[in-house]
C-alpha cells in the first residue's frame, strides 16, 4: 500500500507571484555574491600586495563568504527540487 503525498502548490493563492518574488530574490542574491566576491578578491590581492595582512586576512574572509552565499544561493533549488523528489517516493 503506497501513499502519495505531496504538497499541493496550487492551493495557495498567488503560488506564481510567490515563485516570481523567489525567483526575483535569488537572482538579487547570485548578482551580490559574485559582484562582493569581485571586489574581496581584488581588495584582498591589492592587501596581500602592499603588506597590509590585517587588510588581506578581511578580504579574504570576505571573499570565501562571498563564494558560500553563491553556492548556496545557486544550489537551493536544485536541493528543495531533490527533497520533494525524495518526500514523495517515501
Known amino acids: 500500500m503506497s501513499m502519495d503525498v505531496f504538497p499541493d502548490f496550487g492551493a ?5 507571484d510567490l515563485r516570481a518574488v523567489i525567483g526575483a530574490l535569488l537572482t538579487f542574491v ?3 555574491a559574485v559582484l562582493m566576491l569581485i571586489v574581496c578578491a581584488i581588495t584582498w590581492a ?3 600586495a602592499n603588506g597590509h595582512h590585517t587588510a588581506a586576512t578581511k578580504a579574504r574572509v570576505g571573499a570565501w563568504t562571498a563564494l558560500g552565499a ?3 544561493a545557486g544550489g537551493g533549488i536544485a536541493w528543495v527540487n531533490w527533497l520533494l523528489d525524495l518526500g514523495s517516493q517515501l
Do not use: F, S, W
Request: charged content about 5%.
Open 70 to 72: 553563491a553556492a548556496l
Open 12 to 16: 495557495v493563492g498567488g503560488a506564481d
Open 46 to 48: 591589492l592587501a596581500t
Open 30 to 32: 547570485l548578482i551580490v
